[in-house]
């Protein structure tokens, strides 16, 4: 099986700086894509920002330069710098990875982390 753990989420000031990890584990066979999402209540699920295995990075047109995402392949490990933070990041931010497994490596697979909760109040 595969796990996703999220970390880093919480509680910032408008302006400020968090950064979130997400760390997969497991029987992985190859990683194609890692990417984050937020979510907030009645919306459905929005592109933060995707990385793919040959390096493609893609952000949401609202993150206009704010975000960073990077990769740690031989970690199986993503991360995402968020900069000048606004109340309207609020979310619950996602983390989810493409992938095959070694039990069937052929077959691509998606995992979602249980979320991790970014607040941005003053």
């Known amino acids: 099986q595969v796990q996703l753990v999220e970390s880093g989420g919480g509680l910032v000031q408008p302006g400020g700086s968090l950064s979130l990890s997400c760390a997969a584990s497991?029987?992985?066979?190859?990683?194609?894509?890692m990417e984050w999402y937020r979510q907030t209540p009645g919306k459905e699920h929005e592109l933060v920002a995707s990385?793919?295995?040959?390096?493609?990075?893609n952000y949401g047109d609202f993150v206009n330069g704010r975000f960073t995402i990077s990769r740690d392949s031989p970690k199986n490990t993503v991360h995402l710098q968020m900069n000048s933070l606004k109340p309207e990041d609020t979310a619950v931010y996602y983390c989810?990875?493409?992938?095959?497994?070694?039990?069937?490596?052929?077959?691509?697979?998606?995992?979602w982390g249980q979320g991790t909760q970014v607040t941005v109040s003053s």
């Open positions: 990385i793919t295995s040959g390096g493609v990075i």
């Open positions: 989810k990875v493409d992938l095959s497994r070694y039990s069937n490596i052929g077959a691509r697979v998606v995992y």
């Open positions: 497991g029987s992985i066979f190859r990683i194609y894509a």
